[in-house]
Every structure is written in C-alpha cells, then in structure tokens.
C-alpha cells in the first residue's frame, strides 16, 4: 500500500544543526590582534594589544577590556580578536555578550575574511557583515552589510540610519545577537535561539541578495551571490573613538576610562536537509 513508499519518498528539512559552540573555557579558538588604531581605517583611538589586562578568559566568558593608558604613543588601550577558522558560507550566527555604553566606545560583533581579503579582493569587495555594532551612550544597536569594490569603491546596506534597530536594547544584560544567513538573504535577530532546529527570537531586519554584490577593480561584477558566498571569521572588538562615534556630537568627549565587553557564547549552526521517516 502507499504508505510503505514513505520511508523513502519523504524528504524533509532538518533545520538548523551547531556546529560551533563556544563557552570560553579557553581562548583556544581565538587569535588576539596587535593593531594600533590607525591601521584600522576608523581613526580609532585605541592601540589593541594582546595582553592579558586587554584579552582574557574568565574561564566561563572572554573578557574585551579598554582602558585609558600611554602605550606605544596612545592614550587607551583595548581587546580585538579574530576567529582562529573561518565558518559558513551560510548558517545561523549567533554571539552572546554583554556590550559596554559609554562616551566614545564603539564595541561590535562582525564577520570579516582573514586580512580583509578573499578570492573577491580586498574590502569591501570581500564582504563584511557587522552583526551588531553600537556607539556612544545610545540606546541602539546597528546591523549593516558592506560590499561593492575594493574601497573607496565600497558600499552599504542598509544606509542611512535603515541599519538602526527598531527598538531601544537595555544594555545592562548580555543578549544574543544574530545572522541568519542564507543565499539569497541575511536576516538579523536579537536575543533568538534555535528550537527544534528553528530559529526563534526577534527579526531586527532582513536584507535580500539582489541588494549585495562585488566587483573588481575595474568595476566588473562577479556572478552569483558574491561576495557573499564564501567562509569568513569573527572579528570581536571594543573600539575607542574612531570616525563614527567620534561624528557623534558630545561621545568623544569626557571619554570612558574602563570599559569592557564579555562574550560568553558563540554558536554557528549549519541548514540541513535530512532524511526523515
Ligand atoms: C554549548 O555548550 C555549552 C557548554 O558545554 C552547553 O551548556 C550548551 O548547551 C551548548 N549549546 C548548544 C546550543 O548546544
Ligand atoms: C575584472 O573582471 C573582468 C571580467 O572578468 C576582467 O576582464 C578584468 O581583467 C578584471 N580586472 C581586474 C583588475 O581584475
Ligand atoms: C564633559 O565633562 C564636562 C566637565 O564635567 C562637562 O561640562 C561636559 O558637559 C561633558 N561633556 C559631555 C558630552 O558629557
């Protein structure tokens, strides 16, 4: 009868499977960055250094702290680092932190390809998806995409305050911020989880693939849904100062001394098709 062809006929979706989970026990799938600040095209203050008062573990949480001292010609010091691998293309990117507020600071998660470059160039061609970015004292939070040629070529999107979530965060909690990330769209979730292999939360925005691209020096466009089709890393960081923040009226003034941004998980989790029964 046709119930026996079931078994084999019946394919279904399996959802969202981890893939990576990380509590912090160790910084082992981390790499700290030394970066003075003026190599970071931002105009940052900070100078990042992989010392242990700048990046540590807690034993539960990576610790990203900033501090105001004379190091190497400036004046404040901070913890930036990058993915020891690169993940996806495509999955549910999802990082739990509490994130610092205050004058002049400018934390952000983000995805970025190792040295800002990949088989498309450099940035912005290579593609950079900042999951989660906030400024200065302000109740937001951002999420943006950048892409288009290697700069000054560069592009956004959402642009124009469009990249700004809906909705005040209370910033006193760690939440999880997160990229579901597929080919032919990003969507953008606060404080989600994934449940039976579904992602459950709250939808900040969603961008659709015909609104991303890249394109070589000459202007000439790859195929597909470059250049975000290929892996890339994690960048984790607390800037001081910078362009962006520092555009703010009054934030690069009375600038916080001490600041630090904890992460205390960070989940990949890969789509899926499995065979059901
Ligand atoms: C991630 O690992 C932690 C610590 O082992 C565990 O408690 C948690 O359930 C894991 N998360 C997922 C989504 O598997
Ligand atoms: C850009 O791409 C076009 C088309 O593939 C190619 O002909 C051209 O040589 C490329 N230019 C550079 C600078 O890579
Ligand atoms: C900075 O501190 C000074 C002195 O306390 C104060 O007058 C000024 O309003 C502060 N500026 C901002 C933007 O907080």
Redesign the pocket.
Same mark, same amino acid.
């Given at each position: 009868m046709i119930l026996s062809f079931l078994p084999i006929l019946t394919l279904v979706s399996g959802g969202y499977v981890i893939v990576f989970n990380d509590t912090f026990t160790n910084l082992n799938n981390w790499i700290a960055v030394t970066e003075p600040g003026k190599n970071t095209g931002n105009n940052e203050w900070e100078y990042y250094t992989t010392r242990s008062v700048n990046v540590y573990s807690t034993g539960h949480s990576l610790v990203l702290h900033a501090q105001k001292e004379s190091y190497q010609g400036y004046s404040y010091t901070s913890g930036k680092v990058i993915s020891a691998k690169e993940y996806g293309p495509y999955g549910f990117f999802n990082v739990l932190a509490q994130v610092p507020k205050g004058n002049g600071l400018w934390p952000a998660i983000w995805l970025l390809p190792p040295g800002a470059k990949n088989i498309y160039g450099t940035w912005a061609a290579c593609g950079e998806i900042d999951i989660m970015e906030t400024i200065c004292t302000g109740n937001s939070a951002y999420s943006t995409l950048h892409f288009g040629g290697p700069y000054p070529a560069n592009v956004q999107y959402p642009t124009g305050g469009n990249n700004r979530y809906p909705f005040s965060i209370d910033w006193t909690k760690p939440h999880y911020f997160g990229l579901q990330w597929q080919p032919t769209f990003m969507t953008f979730w606060f404080d989600a989880q994934v449940v039976n292999g579904q992602i459950q939360g709250t939808q900040i925005l969603t961008v659709t693939s015909d609104h991303w691209y890249s394109q070589? *020096? *000459?202007g000439?466009r790859y195929p597909g849904n470059a250049p975000f089709n290929v892996p890339t890393g994690f960048v984790l960081n607390v800037a001081v100062g910078g362009n962006w923040p520092c555009s703010v009226s009054g934030c690069c003034e009375n600038v916080s001394t001490s600041a630090s941004m904890e992460v205390f998980n960070v989940q990949v989790w890969e789509l899926t098709q499995s065979e059901d029964q």
């Open positions: 070589n *020096s *000459s000439q």
